[in-house]
Antibody
Framework: QVQLQQSGPGLVKPSQTLSLTCAIS??????????WNWIRQSPSRGLEWLGR?????????DYAVSVKSRITINPDTSKNQFSLQLNSVTPEDTAVYYC?????????????WGQGTTVTVSS | DVVLTQSPLSLPVTLGQPASISCRSS???????????LNWFQQRPGQSPRRLIY???NRDSGVPDRFSGSGSGTDFTLKISRVEAEDVGVYYC?????????FGGGTKVEIK
């Protein structure tokens, strides 16, 4: 059974960097048949896909246009996990952040989700 | 990006009665490979979203058969044949046909 366990701070100051980690059990971050995603949820923006990392002979990333200049998603094969970094945060980045797996190229949506991390951006 | 519009926003239902949620897309969700990648998620209060249905009408493992999905092109429907108390929550459609993946705004199902 695949499980995703999120960790990271729940409070980030404006202009600083939001950092979250998602530890994978039951699957591999290096799987050739999965992609590892970050999604956030807020009352104003609903569910918003942020980006993904995946391995298909080499590592690749895709990011949402809305955060592309500020986001980095990195795999960590030694710990079988992946991370999210979002720079220069503002109160608009306050949301519940989820990590999630998709199989294949993601057409079928996210079949495994992390427990969610509530992140508040405030001084 | 593809916009998915769900209706209604809120759906009060009597236990044991049917419920129906609509999801309309701003463009056809038929992929160049011939498949239609419209998926449905359930989010119970305080929980992460859970996929119920993928590719319009395929139920995930463990999903009760009272849930069914249908539709084509730009119009899709999630039906619950007989609502049970555990079905309370918010339901989202999500498309995987066009890049990037996008979600509908959600429909809140509650018991009358």
């Amino acid at each position: 059974q695949v499980q995703l366990q999120q960790s990271g701070p729940g409070l980030v100051k404006p202009s600083q960097t939001l950092s979250l980690t998602c530890a994978i059990s039951g699957d591999s971050v290096s799987s050739n048949n999965a992609a590892w995603n970050w999604i956030r949820q807020s009352p104003s923006r609903g569910l918003e896909w942020l980006g993904r990392t995946y391995y298909r002979s080499k590592w690749s990333n895709d990011y949402a246009v809305s955060v592309k200049s500020r986001i980095t998603i990195n795999p960590d094969t030694s710990k079988n996990q992946f991370s999210l970094q979002l720079n220069s945060v503002t109160p608009e980045d306050t949301a519940v952040y989820y990590c999630a797996r998709v199989r294949g190229w993601g057409h079928y949506g996210m079949d495994v989700w992390g427990q969610g991390t509530t992140v508040t951006v405030s001084s | 990006d593809v916009v998915l519009t769900q209706s209604p926003l809120s759906l009060p239902v009597t236990l044991g009665q049917p419920a129906s949620i609509s999801c309309r897309s701003s463009q056809s969700l038929v992929h160049s490979d011939g498949n239609t990648y419209l998926n449905w998620f359930q989010q119970r209060p305080g929980q992460s979203p859970r996929r119920l249905i993928y590719k319009v009408s395929n139920r995930d493992s463990g999903v009760p058969d009272r849930f069914s999905g249908s539709g084509s092109g730009t119009d899709f429907t999630l039906k619950i044949s007989r609502v049970e108390a555990e079905d309370v929550g918010v339901y989202y459609c999500m498309q995987g046909t066009h890049w990037p993946p996008t979600f509908g705004g959600g429909t809140k199902v509650e018991i009358k």
